[in-house]
């Protein structure tokens, strides 16, 4: 009856008896040779479909066409006259070697994770390939977002041309400001990053936002929004109306325009790289009045494109009822036991735990992995309940003095809200009398397709950290 229930839960949710799908995985490396470093990064999809009309379901995996290319691989040889150029930073030439000074810079694995990306959107929008319903990713999509989040000051490739105009600084703001979803209320107007809460609302409005409207809808006070109005007026973005209720986008670009040049670009570049195999596609030109020159890209700059991949594929995956999964299948964080229990400890929530001061394990999978052998009822597949992946960043922090009060990492960054759930799974647990043998507990991180009552707690809690 489980998995009659089950059954039907998953046909409620994709409205058909058989649910495809895409895995999606990656690889990558870095050689050296004698002239040049070779960066070398693919991605391939595997796809298949959950059939529910039997008892119990049958899944089964299916071969692509000839004529489907599923699979996208890029070689990028960069010369090491011009090695300098993929380098964040100025680093001494006599500390490491250039193959050493590239790992540091982490070019291949960045490469990967844009190859896996574009990858995903492209299975998700292109009509070459059979539309999956479900597409499973090698990775986890809140942490993803976060490890190539980048200051819009930051990207060099800034300024140079693209397509029909120069990509702007206001274009890389508005990207990654996104993604956008007026029904979810994403993305908030927390204190940290306020100003994407503000852009989402003011290109719904049209290009104007009534400030006050927005505080009292929030239950905030209109000079809660300071700090999001200073971050836009301060860099000529928008200007506040004479009475300080209003305001208005005064970017070179409508706000919506802008996103789909971005995306356009993104396309652009990795069509070139992953599907033409033209190695040139990660250079730009940057002109001065003295000279134009070609410019390898850095890692801020792939960063930048992996994040307007990421915010793409959300977007459409929202658009057209696609469920994204993210599976990591290693992790030493503690996200569920320290943060996600630790937080519902502080709010009386799980007042059971007000009682438990024993040192907790250090990872929340050797956590997870005592279960089993503790409870001989278990079986597998189990999983932990959903939290909001907010709980990345938010945790209990402890005062000098010993008081404690709700975190986020240094004091107000943390990531979005209402937009990914995360839980801990074990598919694999056989026991026998010389003891249990069991897969790994792995994290799964899906994106929220909608909004219910049970996030409302998370999201609550996650603005009254810093408002």
Known sequence: MKLIRLRDQIRDFFGRDEVNFVAIDGTCKAEETTQFLLFYAGAYGARGSLDLKGIPPALRYHKWSLEQDVSVVAQVPIPYAELEDVLEEERDPFAVSDLEKTNLAGLHTLLMQLSEVYLAYD?????????PDFVLLDQSISSAMASNMVQPSAVRMIGSPWRERQLTEADATIALAHPFNSDLGIPTVKRFRQYTGLLARMQQGGGTVDLEQVAGEEGLELDDLNSGVAYLTKRNLAQ???DGK????????????????TK??????CEKLFVEKDPTALMYTVETDEMRRRHWMSPPDIKFLIGVGLRSLIEECW????????LVKDSSSAYFTRNYLGV????DVLPELKSFSRP?????RIALEILPLINDELESPWSTVEFDGVFMTMFVRQEPDGTCDLSGVRGDILAPECLTARSLAQFYLNRKPSGPLMGHVIFVERLLPFISKSWLL???VSISVLM
């Open 344 to 347: 519902m400890r502080f709010l």
């Open 458 to 460: 998370g999201r609550c």
């Open 123 to 131: 299975t998700v929008t292109s009509s070459r390939t059979d539309a």
């Open 319 to 326: 658009k057209r009822n696609v469920l994204l999964v993210g």
């Open 246 to 261: 209003r305001l208005t986008w005064m970017g070179p670009h409508d706000i919506e325009a802008s996103w789909a040049y």
């Open 360 to 364: 907790l394990p250090s990872t929340d």
């Open 264 to 269: 356009a670009v993104f396309r652009q570049i």
């Open 240 to 242: 506040l109306s004479s």
